[in-house]
């Protein structure tokens, strides 16, 4: 997987905070799981599947959304459990 540039990812976060607002960018993102950006890939990396499966069901959405906003073609999510969460 091609990871974008830092100054893309980081365009990506800073959307991706002001989309789901401070707080709940603060809690599910900052500290509970990664985002990766890729050139066709949106990878969240989790701490376990309830986080993995909230992130989806209420996040999916928007990460797609922002991805393929700032990426400029669509992206797929991928989210994963690992340990460094």
């Not at 091609?2 to 993102?29: M, T």
């Not at 990396?45 to 993995?52: A, E, I, K, L």
Request: net charge positive; proline share 4%; glycine share 6%.
């Amino acid at each position: 997987m091609d990871s974008c540039l830092p100054a893309i990812r980081e365009e990506f976060l800073r959307a991706l905070a002001q989309r789901v607002g401070a707080q709940p960018y603060k809690v599910w993102f900052s500290n509970l799981a990664r985002v990766n950006l890729s050139d066709s890939t949106v990878k969240v990396s989790v701490p376990n599947s309830f986080v993995g499966n909230w992130i989806k069901k209420h996040y999916g959405d928007s990460l797609l959304h922002l991805a393929n906003e700032v990426v400029g073609h669509r992206c797929k999510l991928s989210v994963e459990v690992s340990a460094e969460g």
